[in-house]
């Protein structure tokens, strides 16, 4: 079966030109597609396969960007036939804010591609009908039986099903690709990380896994690199010479969502720190990659990461900053505090919020200080990269200038601005900030969901925007001084625990994450 091979609708600011084209659009190119393959989803029912991943496979499809050969396999514990998992997706494409608009006839045909088991994870028979599957599709399409096999399930499944899937040889790629893509968290600290790349490692190759970080498939994430590595003119100035400091913001505005059983083990340091705010960082202060290609993009963020100072166990506290919050206000409404959160534990000593001052040993960054923050309950929903630079060295100028920015907006605003200083019209010499802005509107088309960007990626074999298990390893090794400190049995007892809450829903966190910029610094407005 074809799929429709019609461009995605456009929305949003249009940029024409004089024929009354979009300038920017004529660039864009779509010309990766992989081989025929089967996507076999594990927890094919769950909240991130409904909300994320399925209307992320439409998406592609719809593109024309799977080819023709192309089906999909649920997995699932939930007992259900093919016919009711083909109703469950549809309506989970329907409810999707994600989704394309389906082209005429397009739900009814990708319906067709869809098929569904469900089993123990943990026995044989799921596996072998997978296998099934798999044939059955080699069959109808003929070639190789080339398949990506997706682990959205609860990370205590990752080392069963990548065991199930060895045991009946569907790792080995005889008979075609076979790849193996999980999601966070990628263990609960570096030791039981450690054990699960032991585990997966005892059936697959390095090269056949792709751990994902949604961060990582967002435009503006990869633009950091275009930018910096594509134009003469910020390259020679992302350097110690130049740049005063650096924040990575990562906020949200949602409280737990239902999700206080996962929260309450992993807290913010697990939940964000330690992958989607150590990867940006890494991804900012690493070195120009010698080609752009996965290896090379690699081996540069590792670099980095081994590069970045210990925290002694003595120094935790003075360049990290914990916070919980209490009930505030958002957005014109009151919001409870974490503890009054449905299933929180009385007294819970979790944290929402973490700022982290990090530092890199390295020529180019020596006296840099990366300055890193996320947490739940901030004022509004945004990320950002925000790289400082240094007051011109004579202040020629009364009233003094402030410093240079570019920041890069992952989301929401998808975009890159350049603050300067600029003199204001009139007869005196009186200068004020204005900000350069480039957004991603601009090309007038909908940005594709990161997902869809790291599924293609995965099915044609490109490992560039996914860390590989060095870099999962190190940047555990950065946060366990923190977490040895903070999570101690102790620690977490509240009686013995710090003094949450300490800030209030809707603020930016607790006072101590500004003293940590030190006197002459300040955390972005965002």
Same mark, same amino acid.
């Given at each position: ?189 570096? $030791? ?183 947490? $739940? ?45 600029? $003199? ?103």
């Amino acid at each position: 079966m074809d799929a429709p091979a019609a461009p995605r609708r456009a929305r949003g600011a249009q940029a024409p030109g004089a024929d009354g084209t979009n300038p920017f659009r004529a660039l864009m190119r779509r010309s990766r597609a992989p081989e025929p393959a089967t996507l076999v989803i594990f927890g094919a029912t769950g909240d991130l396969a409904r909300r994320k991943l399925l209307p992320a496979v439409f998406g592609l499809w719809q593109d024309g960007l799977l080819g023709s050969a192309f089906n999909i396999v649920g997995i699932g514990r939930q007992e259900m036939n093919d016919e009711q998992f083909k109703d469950f997706v549809l309506a989970a494409l329907k409810e999707s804010k994600e989704t394309d608009t389906p082209q005429p006839g397009s739900l009814e045909k990708f319906r067709e591609l869809l098929y569904y088991e469900f089993g123990d994870f943990g026995g044989d028979e799921v596996y072998s009908l997978i296998d099934k599957e798999l044939r059955r599709a080699q069959a109808d399409h003929g070639g190789r039986k080339n398949a990506l096999f997706y682990l959205s399930t609860p990370p205590s499944l990752f080392e069963p099903i990548s065991n199930g899937l060895g045991r009946l040889g569907l790792a080995d790629e005889s008979e075609g690709w076979r790849r193996l893509v999980i999601e966070k968290p990628f263990g609960h600290d570096l $030791k039981s990380a450690r054990e699960l790349n032991d585990a997966i490692h005892r059936v697959w190759d390095e090269s056949q896994v792709y751990r994902i970080d949604h961060y990582l498939g967002k435009e503006t994430v990869q633009n950091l690199m275009a930018i910096r590595f594509g134009n003469a003119i910020f390259e020679p100035l992302w350097n110690r010479g130049f740049v005063d400091h650096v924040q990575i913001t990562a906020a949200e505005d949602l409280g737990l969502e239902g999700r206080a059983g996962y929260y309450e083990e992993a807290g913010v340091v697990r939940d964000m720190l330690q992958n989607h705010l150590m990867q940006l960082f890494a991804l900012t202060a690493m070195e120009p990659p010698a080609a752009f290609d996965a290896n090379a993009i690699r081996d540069e963020k590792v670099k980095v990461l081994r590069a970045v100072k210990e925290i002694p166990s003595g120094r935790v506290n003075e360049v990290a900053v914990r916070g919980q919050y209490g009930p505030g206000t958002l957005y014109g409404e009151d919001v409870p505090g974490y503890r009054e959160e449905p299933k929180v534990r009385e007294g819970s000593a979790t944290p929402t919020y973490v700022a982290l001052k990090l530092e890199v040993d390295n020529w180019r960054w020596q006296g840099v200080p990366f300055f890193l923050r996320t947490g $739940k309950r901030l004022p509004k929903k945004v990320t950002e990269i925000a790289v400082v630079f240094k007051r011109p060295p004579l202040g020629i100028f009364p009233g003094g200038l402030e410093r240079n920015v570019l920041a890069f907006r992952i989301q929401p605003d998808e975009g890159v601005s350049l603050k300067f200083s600029s $003199k204001t019209p009139g007869q005196e010499m009186v200068l004020r900030e204005v900000v350069m802005d480039f957004r991603y509107d601009a090309f007038g088309a909908q940005l594709e969901s990161p997902y869809s960007r790291l599924l293609l990626d995965a099915m044609v074999g490109d490992a560039t925007l996914f860390p590989r298990e060095d870099e999962v390893d190190l940047a555990w090794q950065i946060v366990s001084g923190i977490l040895d400190t903070w999570d101690t049995p102790a620690g977490r007892r509240p009686r013995k625990g710090p003094d949450f809450p300490n800030y209030v829903a809707g603020t930016w966190g607790p006072d101590e994450a500004d003293e940590l910029m030190g006197p002459d610094r300040r955390w972005r407005r965002l």
